[in-house]
Structure formats: structure tokens, C-alpha cells
């Protein structure tokens, strides 16, 4: 681990946060990680992957989408950086989980991916001329 705020660690930082709005828990809660309670419950045979226990009960699931959001989420917090997906990646994946849920009647909406990727190469980002921000992928 390098320390440095990466953006693989921010991609791992959003899983994390995927996974709390999912179960309504908190990160770390009575001693135990989400990431890791998620994984362990996980069984892709059974239905909602087996975490009827770890939802929130306040939100519905659409059925159809939820499986496929699971996945980018625990993606998202590979151990090894160079396991997880980009913030574009996951971006798609997501535009994607909404259409194929129905959910994405917006055309213009599916061109926020194009557009996060193609501010990459330009960034505006506050701290990109600090050296100690250091913005690159590991």
C-alpha cells in the first residue's frame, strides 16, 4: 500500500460507499467490515445473491439490476488496485445496469460516461498542479 490517493483508491472508496447504501450499515459496524460481510454472505446460486439480511429493508430492489450493482460494488473493492475498474468503467456499468432495468429513459444521460472520460485528459481538479496529490493509477 502506498498511502497515496490514487484513483483506484477512490474507486475502492466508492465501492465501500455502494455497499452502505445497499445495506444501510455503516463501514465498519459492532466490529465488523462491510466489504468482508458482504462477501461472505455472498452466494451468486441464490436469490439477490443471498443478502436478503444485509439490505436495507427500507428500499425496494429492483430484482433485475441488483445482482449487477453487487458486482460492480465488490469490483470496485478488489484488494489489488490493478483488479478494480476505472471510474469510467464503472460509470458504464452502472448506465448500463439502469437501462437494462428499465430505469435510463434519459438518451442524453448515457453520454455522462463519455464525457467523465474525455475530462481525464484535461483535469480541472483543485489540487492537480500539487505535487502531493498524486492522481495516477496504481
Known amino acids: 500500500m502506498s498511502q ?3 484513483e483506484k483508491s ?3 472508496s466508492f465501492g465501500v460507499l455502494t455497499l452502505e447504501i445497499i445495506s ?3 463501514p465498519i459496524e459492532q466490529g465488523k467490515y462491510i466489504v468482508k460481510e458482504v462477501k461472505a454472505a455472498m452466494d451468486k446460486t441464490k ?8 439490505l436495507d429493508p427500507t428500499r425496494g430492489t429492483t430484482r433485475g439490476g441488483f445482482n449487477k450493482f453487487v458486482d460492480v460494488a465488490l469490483r470496485c473493492v ?7 475498474p476505472t471510474m469510467g468503467e464503472v460509470v458504464k456499468e452502472i448506465e448500463n445496469i439502469m437501462q437494462l432495468a428499465g430505469l435510463n429513459t434519459n438518451p442524453e444521460s448515457s453520454s455522462a460516461s463519455a464525457s467523465y472520460e474525455s475530462s481525464l485528459g484535461t483535469s480541472s481538479h483543485p489540487y492537480a ?10
Open 47 to 54: 436469490d439477490l445473491y443471498n443478502h436478503q439480511k444485509l
Open 24 to 26: 444501510a450499515r455503516k
Open 129 to 138: 498542479s500539487d505535487p502531493s496529490f498524486n492522481n495516477s493509477v496504481s
Open 4 to 6: 497515496q490517493l490514487t
Open 78 to 84: 478488489q484488494e489489488s488496485g490493478a483488479d478494480r
Open 10 to 12: 477512490n474507486v475502492y
